[in-house]
């Protein structure tokens, strides 16, 4: 692969099609728990397992999609195929997914895991190629972080989208029907997200001149090879532990607006400040990362987090402007996990290749995105069991106990997982420069 400058059109037209995913992704991190427990009406605990469900198969289907892009060759090359066809079949059946079907009961509840299954299904199909292109773009370690920057540019957008405009689009097409809201909030992202990544489709290239098209390794050699990569087990640690500890914090924010703050109507604003103070801070991170390194600008970032957090549980938040502060301060801690994680997994693809003498790196992507997703759906299960614990019913007044409560899993939670990924990052051992050595190494053992 060359490690020439990319172009500007090439950033965009690949970053763009984040824009498109994060629709899914945010669409159903922040709404679907609300929408099955507020809106369908079922308990925290079967929305809980309905959604660890999804999101489990998901898991579960990444490493073989990994596996099947990687060994799929067309003139399109191996990865676009999957997001070009894919990408109408996503849409279908994220509109089904925010439907009520005119089922009761045990009907209904089959029904919605099996919406779930089909809609995660669909969704990696178009996910794991478009994250594993990154390698097959470019393998410059500064135009990564720089093709990663316009990637998650366009993720934040998209995230900042869904929760700013999600409500008030809601309000507006359903009015006291937020079933109807919901509904027409899927048809409007699925249309937007299919042309979106139609635009990257056409927009990238597969170095696939420069790709070894035989002799593929088979799934023990692999294996083997995720295993003694200790850098990727950092970047995986790090991910797993907030993945899945932030879940906490993200998806409990509507409902502690909703009942505790009783802030409800001003949502849109609420998450898009959030979302919003991320998005804001991304060019920063980017040149943060650039000017003193990946490791320490992940160090400085989740300690902003942490103090952020810190704060929102022991200030006594009493207006709308000091949440959105706390809000926003977070979100600026937040801000660099995008686009430090997924220039770092790149990074460890040559790492793994430099001490194995194998290059996986859609495989390598399959199994992140397995364990990330494997532990968001633990969580969301464990979310579910928690919220029931508290004493929350959807719906009703909640007491100050369940409040309280709401508020210590936001703050203390996260917190614990910030720590353990400060620990872990301060062994990443993986510089521009010892990239850079990396490379010319790899390079000479195959000339």
């Not at 925290?44 to 490493?63: E, F, H, N, R, V």
């Not at 400040?273 to 804001?280: E, Q, T």
């Not at 719906?395 to 936001?410: L, R, V, W």
Request: hydrophobic content about 50%.
């Amino acid at each position: 692969m060359n490690s020439e400058t990319l172009t500007n059109r090439v950033r965009a037209g690949y970053g763009i099609g984040d824009y498109a995913i994060c629709l899914y992704w945010s669409g159903i991190g922040l709404y679907l728990l609300y929408f099955y427990t507020d809106v369908v009406g079922i308990s925290p605990i079967l929305a809980g397992w309905i959604y660890a469900l999804g999101i489990g198969w998901d898991a579960i289907t990444d490493p073989f999609m990994g596996y099947l892009a990687e060994r799929t060759k067309t003139k399109m090359g191996s990865y676009r195929p999957f997001i070009y066809y894919g990408s109408i079949p996503l849409a279908l059946s994220f509109v089904l997914l925010f439907w009520i079907p005119p089922f009761e009961g045990t009907a209904l509840f089959l029904f919605l895991i099996l919406v779930n299954l089909i809609h995660r299904s669909c969704f990696t199909i178009v996910s794991v190629p478009y994250s594993s292109l990154t390698a097959r773009i470019t393998n410059d370690s500064n135009e990564r972080t720089k093709l990663t920057t316009a990637r998650m540019i366009s993720a934040s957008f998209g995230t900042l989208s869904m929760s700013a405009l999600a409500f008030p689009l809601i309000a507006y097409f359903g009015g006291a029907d937020e079933a109807f809201g919901f509904l027409w909030l899927a048809i409007i992202s699925g249309l937007i997200a299919i042309a979106l990544l139609s635009v990257t489709v056409y927009s990238v290239r597969e170095k696939v001149d420069e790709i070894v098209t035989s002799n593929l390794p088979n799934f023990v050699s692999i294996t083997k090879t995720v295993v003694t990569n200790y850098p990727f087990w950092i970047v995986f640690g790090c991910i797993l532990i907030l993945g899945s500890t932030g879940v906490m914090f993200n998806k409990n924010l509507i409902y502690f607006v909703k009942y505790g703050l009783e802030l409800h109507e001003y949502q849109g604003l609420i998450l898009g400040v959030s979302s919003g103070a991320s998005f804001l801070s991304l060019p920063f991170w980017a040149y943060l990362a650039l000017k003193i390194g990946k490791r320490e600008t992940w160090l400085i970032s989740m300690t902003i987090a942490f103090i952020g957090l810190l704060l929102f549980f022991y200030y006594p938040i009493a207006s709308l402007n000091e949440l959105l502060i706390l809000l926003a301060l977070i979100g600026v801690g937040n801000g660099a996990g995008g686009v430090l994680f997924w220039s770092m997994l790149p990074d460890t693809v040559e790492y793994g290749e430099w001490k194995s003498g194998i290059r996986t790196e859609s495989s390598l992507y399959g199994f992140m995105t397995f364990a990330q997703k494997s532990s968001i759906a633990v969580a969301a299960l464990i979310l579910g069991f928690l919220l029931s614990g508290i004493g929350f019913e959807p719906n009703q007044i909640q007491s100050e106990e369940t409040i309280s409560g709401m508020k210590f899993m936001m703050s203390w939670i996260p917190i614990c997982g910030i720590i353990i990924s400060l620990v872990l990052m301060c062994f990443y051992p993986i510089s521009t420069k010892f990239h850079g050595e990396l490379l010319q190494r790899i390079k000479e053992r195959n000339a």
